[in-house]
């Protein structure tokens, strides 16, 4: 095994294991280990001893929480973006890499997988997802977007959930989430240990006696009212047709909208109708065009300090209110 420290890989029978190992961080991703999964892939390819390559997360509260953005902070503060540049980068190659991957990748994903949890997730084409497993893409809450390939699989989900997604945060629970297409297979926590013994022993094909039945998707009553608040053309619209609703999912859904930053419910809502067009590569290319100009919005800056830094969840966006923000400076962060 070799290790450096925030990463664990190692060949095991038939597949290669990588392991996100921070586990006091939630397994956030950073640099070196966005380096050290590429370099290890890389190694793998051609590696006839490895046929399949396995990607789990330490500890039981996370798979993966996403990217280390105080960091990212920190790199737009100085005015140094060397670092946020070169991570970007890397991180989105990454994410290319895996969906493009030829040896099967599959993730065991357990606990929370967020924003770059899910880059190095979703892209592969087997995700075991348990019942304690909760996705989401947060970025709104920190005045950014969901990246990483974001504007391409959200507006590939069923009717508008990536749009209701992606405005507001929420996470997405255990078996809902391969409903909506993050997992592709359903076990319970328990049986993971065996599992993960026998994808060395079997590859792939152990998947298939470890798949649970899924259970019915707590979700399905409400897809016609999301589809419709969601199609509206601009964010204050969806507001309106939430707050015409009673039920508690349009209420959480308020809330969350009401809490994170206006500008990037706006930007994202433009980002992800651009994204369904576009192929994988060219939405990456996209993002990481839009990095530079929302990291250089105030609302980044101080979304992360209220949420990660301080942790006083009291951030000051600008403009405060959704009514409030200019359609025309939205427009002019698109080329």
């Given at each position: 095994m070799t290790t450096e420290d925030t990463l664990l890989t190692s060949r095991d029978g038939r597949v290669g294991r990588i392991v996100l190992n921070r586990p006091r961080a939630l397994n956030a991703l950073n640099l070196d280990m966005v380096r050290a999964m590429t370099k290890v892939l890389n190694e793998w390819r051609d590696d006839p001893h490895v046929h399949a390559v396995v990607i789990s997360g330490t500890g039981e509260r996370a798979f993966c929480a996403g990217g280390d953005v105080i960091n990212l902070r920190e790199g737009q503060m100085s005015g140094d973006r060397t670092e946020v540049e070169a991570f970007f980068?890397?991180?989105?190659?990454?994410?290319?890499?895996?969906?493009?991957?030829?040896?099967?990748?599959?993730?065991?994903?357990?606990?929370?997988?967020?924003?770059?949890?899910?880059?190095?997730?979703?892209?592969?084409?087997?995700?075991?997802?348990?019942?304690?497993?909760?996705?989401?893409?947060?970025?709104?809450?920190?005045?950014?977007?969901?990246?990483?390939?974001?504007?391409?699989?959200?507006?590939?989900?069923?009717?508008?959930?990536?749009?209701?997604?992606?405005?507001?945060?929420?996470?997405?629970?255990?078996?809902?989430?391969?409903?909506?297409?993050?997992?592709?297979?359903?076990?319970?926590?328990?049986?993971?240990?065996?599992?993960?013994?026998?994808?060395a022993m079997e590859g792939p094909a152990a998947l298939a006696r470890f798949n649970r039945t899924l259970p019915a998707y707590s979700l399905a009553p409400h897809l016609g009212d999301i589809d419709h608040c969601f199609s509206a053309a601009t964010v204050p619209e969806m507001v309106q047709r939430l707050e015409k609703l009673e039920a508690d999912w349009a209420k959480a859904a308020l809330k969350a909208m009401r809490s994170v930053s206006p500008s990037a419910m706006c930007w994202t809502v433009e980002a992800l109708r651009r994204?369904?067009?576009?192929?994988?590569?060219?939405?990456?290319?996209?993002?990481?065009?839009?990095?530079?100009?929302?990291?250089?919005?105030?609302?980044?800056?101080?979304?992360?300090?209220?949420?990660?830094?301080?942790?006083?969840?009291?951030?000051?966006?600008?403009?405060?209110?959704?009514?409030?923000?200019?359609?025309?400076?939205?427009?002019?962060?698109f080329p």
């Open positions: 980068s890397e991180e989105y190659a990454l994410n290319l890499m895996i969906a493009t991957y030829p040896k099967p990748y599959i993730a065991l994903i357990d606990g929370i997988c967020m924003g770059g949890g899910i880059g190095v997730s979703v892209y592969g084409p087997y995700r075991v997802t348990t019942e304690h497993a909760s996705f989401g893409m947060p970025e709104t809450a920190i005045g950014f977007f969901p990246d990483i390939g974001g504007t391409y699989f959200m507006p590939r989900m069923p009717g508008e959930i990536g749009m209701y997604l992606g405005l507001t945060g929420l996470r997405i629970f255990g078996a809902d989430a391969i409903h909506c297409g993050f997992g592709t297979h359903y076990t319970l926590r328990e049986d993971l240990p065996a599992l993960s013994a026998a994808l994204g369904a067009d576009m192929t994988l590569p060219q939405a990456l290319d996209a993002e990481f065009l839009l990095t530079r100009t929302t990291m250089a919005h105030p609302d980044f800056v101080e979304g992360v300090r209220s949420l990660v830094v301080d942790k006083d969840r009291n951030p000051k966006w600008l403009p405060p209110r959704i009514e409030d923000v200019d359609p025309a400076t939205i427009a002019a962060m």
